[in-house]
């Protein structure tokens, strides 16, 4: 086998052996995705909304308004002009949302959105489970927020 070959080859074995590690540990990695790391950011970035407004942001790990059996499934609601001590679920399926499904047979999170009275979520994108650090999860919220706080 030529050099090129050989080397086209040895890099979509190293990939495959990536992205197989990743589907094994998917459970583990979405675990601490969804409940240390996304929550950590959501509690900062509500910290700096909730010095201004009324306005926060609410993570729930099931969805509260649809019976839906993934253990991969966390969302996250923007309740605007709600105080957090008054907090009731009532007619909130229309509040700003942001959801992550995780996909564990091929280690990736679908992130959807969806706005203010917006009737079904519109997929963002995916993200290899890998590629969710802290950095892009910020970059994530902070663009649903300007959408919401835009529309």
Known sequence: MDQKNSDK???LVNKRKENINAIRQFDDLFFE??????KQIVQQINME?????????????DDPYEFRKNPYYTLIQLFIGTSKFEF?????????????EGQEFNAKVK????????????DLKEYPIQEL????????LIDFIEKAYNR
């Not at 007619?91 to 992550?100: D, G, I, M, S, V």
């Not at 650090?133 to 994530?140: A, G, L, P």
């Open 9 to 11: 080859l040895a890099a």
């Open 33 to 38: 995705f969804a409940r240390y790391r996304l």
């Open 49 to 61: 909304i909730e010095k201004a407004t009324d306005d926060t942001l609410k993570i729930f790990y």
């Open 88 to 100: 009731y679920l009532d007619n909130t399926r229309n509040n700003p949302a942001l959801k992550f």
């Open 111 to 122: 992130v959807s959105v969806k706005l203010q009275n917006e009737e079904k979520f519109k």
């Open 133 to 140: 650090t802290d950095s892009t999860t910020e970059s994530i």
